[in-house]
Antibody, heavy 123, light 108 residues
Framework: QLQLQESGPGLVKPSETLSLTCTVS??????????WGWIRQPPGKGLEWIGS???????YYNPSLKSRVTISVDTSKNQFSLKLSSVTAADTAVYYC???????????????WGQGTLVTVSS | QSVLTQPPSASGTPGQRVTISCSGS????????VNWYQQLPGTAPKLLIY???QRPSGVPDRFSGSKSGTSASLAISGLQSEDEADYYC?????????FGGGTKLTVL
């Protein structure tokens, strides 16, 4: 059974960089059938797509966050990571890593989610 | 402001049928498939419907999805108390995932 686990600091200071890692177990991150993504959810609010990465390193970012986001992949460790720079209180959220299942062009879904990790931006 | 539009709330009594709508545009729902996710309090979302109307293994057939043009809907028949949750529609839009704002379903 595939499992995804987020890890990283739960508290980040304003203007600093938020860094999270997602460790994938029970399957290979190098499969051509999947993308790997990050989604966040501010407390009491809805879901926001941050971006995704293919095992080859191709990335796709939400335009609203693109200037601050970097997603990378380490196939040797079966991990992918998120960096979000210059954070503010508005970046406080539960951050989820997830697997994007590519069924065919235009037909994608998130079939596995991590449990999520709360990151609070505060001094 | 979410890219896809859902009603913020819906409700029904046990046994009833409820529907949740999701409205988008030609670049997302109009061009790609729609997925639905169920989020129980304090947990990660769970895939409920994929490819507009397909259920993953383990999802009861009380849940069904449909799509027409730039809109989609989720129907839940035989409503049960454990269906009380937040429901999100999602689609792809130019290599970017987009979500609806979520609908809080209350079972009265």
């Amino acid at each position: 059974q595939l499992q995804l686990q987020e890890s990283g600091p739960g508290l980040v200071k304003p203007s600093e960089t938020l860094s999270l890692t997602c460790t994938v177990s029970g399957g290979s991150i190098s499969s051509s059938s999947y993308y790997w993504g990050w989604i966040r959810q501010p407390p009491g609010k809805g879901l926001e797509w941050i971006g995704s990465i293919y095992y080859s390193g191709s990335t796709y970012y939400n335009p609203s966050l693109k200037s601050r986001v970097t997603i990378s992949v380490d196939t040797s460790k079966n991990q992918f990571s998120l960096k979000l720079s210059s954070v503010t209180a508005a970046d406080t959220a539960v951050y989820y890593c997830a697997r994007v299942n590519v069924r065919r062009y235009g037909d994608y879904d998130i079939d596995y989610w991590g449990q999520g990790t709360l990151v609070t931006v505060s001094s | 402001q979410s890219v896809l539009t859902q009603p913020p709330s819906a409700s029904g009594t046990p046994g009833q049928r409820v529907t949740i709508s999701c409205s988008g545009s030609s670049s997302n729902i109009g061009s790609n498939t729609v997925n639905w996710y169920q989020q129980l309090p304090g947990t990660a979302p769970k895939l409920l419907i994929y490819s507009n109307n397909q259920r993953p293994s383990g999802v009861p057939d009380r849940f069904s999805g449909s799509k027409s043009g730039t809109s989609a809907s989720l129907a839940i028949s035989g409503l049960q108390s454990e269906d009380e949750a937040d429901y999100y529609c999602a689609a792809w839009d130019d290599s970017l995932g987009v979500f609806g704002g979520g609908t809080k379903l209350t079972v009265l």
